[in-house]
């Protein structure tokens, strides 16, 4: 079963999770994790794959997991690492560095965790803002990473559990539009992948 559910050292990745996350942000990684490997058995298809859906599966499940692997850095451990990674660091994630944690945690992914995979990178690299016409594995991450278990029970969430467990790019416009609200009501500006991933989802409403 642990080689269906990841086709990486699960152990290890575990282990070096737990090292840079405190215990609220890894018990909300595997819980992203096997939310994703949910919505894959929902939505994924995997009876009419060739392998049953164990690649699809291990990338949900590794994606889910690592997703939020530079969630815990310090401001002057992030930003040396995105120096060191030669990271294009946009100004408005400069203004907004809570965003940096994906694109430098797809980095890490790769270079810190062995991963391998580009689509489970891209699918971390999006976890946050989303992007016009996700693939099926950046649509659920981005998902799972809302309506895990262990999330604030926003008076949203159980409309945005159904939503996406009925039809999956419907909740993730539930997603987005409650996104644009929360930032609207802070005052905000919307970072241009989710405005983009907002316009394009509108056609699921």
Request: aromatic fraction near 8%; glycine fraction near 6%.
């Amino acid at each position: 079963m642990m080689e269906v559910l990841c086709s990486y050292d699960e152990e290890e990745l575990k282990k070096k999770l737990k090292r840079k996350l405190d215990d609220k942000r890894y018990a909300h990684s595997i819980g992203v994790a096997y939310t994703a490997v949910s919505l894959v058995m929902r939505h994924g298809n995997i009876d009419k794959l060739e392998d049953g859906g164990a690649k699809l599966i291990s990338q949900a499940y590794t994606a889910g997991l690592l997703h939020d692997c530079a969630k815990c850095l310090e401001d002057g451990e992030r930003d040396k690492l995105c120096k060191n990674y030669k990271l294009d660091i946009s100004d408005f994630e400069r203004e907004y560095p809570y965003l940096i944690h994906a694109k430098l945690g797809a980095a890490l992914s790769q270079k810190k965790y062995g991963v391998d995979d580009d689509e489970i990178l891209s699918a971390i690299r999006y976890h946050t803002t989303g992007h016009s016409d996700m693939t099926l594995l950046e649509g659920i991450i981005f998902s799972a990473d809302f309506i895990e278990p262990t999330r604030k029970p926003l008076m949203i969430m159980p409309i945005a559990r159904q939503a996406l467990f009925e039809d999956l790019n419907h909740g993730i416009y539930v997603i987005l539009e409650q996104t644009l609200k929360h930032l609207k009501n802070k005052e905000q500006p919307v970072e241009e992948h989710t405005l983009e991933a907002y316009e394009w989802y509108k056609r699921y409403k």
